[in-house]
């Protein structure tokens, strides 16, 4: 199938069609949106802060000139067959972006890597889980996959605590699995099944529905 003269796998297409309205999401405190050329600077600012870049996978220390809008540029791409959705994380505050959180698909498996990165300026004020519970949910209720899944280093607990306040299950440790500046680091892994979200929502409801009766 070609579109605009370009070939499409069509099994992007039916997956694109389901999730063009809802790739915009919000919580109480966020609009998650996708990236703009216009976010380049503000990215280039967090991600060029070492403790940003100390626990995370692929930002890299110093923060190459332009590596912001290379990176905006290939989220774009990716989004468009549904490869991956990087989502940027805007305060309804003030309108300012604080962070990111993707979500990797993996179409012939059905599961998705959840990763993220929040500005150092708004740690341990629970964006990080906020944005994460409505990422997860787009990930099992519109995408349809059936597993989510995340890596955080093992000297990063306050990520792997992020995994848990979602639903996430410890799943195991790989010692040593990747060389982050020159020192191998473990990665502990987690991950959430479509039938343990759906059973987590299920619960919430029965307690929401009982504290209504108390009232």
Known sequence: MKIN???????????REA?????TL?????????????DAQMVQELCGDIEVARTTLLIPFPYPSGAAESWIISNQAAAVYDARFAFALVNK??????GCMTL??????????LAYWIGRSFWGLGFA???????????????????????????????????CKVGMKYEGTLRQHVLKWDIFEDLDFYGILKIDYAK???QNSKISISDENLY
Not at 139 to 162: D, E, Y
């Open 5 to 15: 003269n370009q070939q499409i796998n069509p099994g992007a297409i039916v997956l």
């Open 19 to 23: 999730i063009d309205i809802e790739y």
């Open 26 to 38: 919000e919580t109480n405190r966020l609009i998650l949106r996708p990236f703009k050329l216009e």
């Open 93 to 98: 505050a003030d309108q300012n972006l604080l």
């Open 104 to 113: 990797s698909i993996d179409k012939l498996h059905k599961r998705g890597e």
């Open 129 to 163: 889980t906020e944005a994460a519970k409505s990422v997860v949910s787009f990930g099992f209720n519109t995408i349809r996959l059936n597993k989510i899944w995340a890596a955080a280093m093992t000297k990063n607990p306050a990520s792997s605590q992020v995994m």
């Open 200 to 202: 987590i929502n299920h």
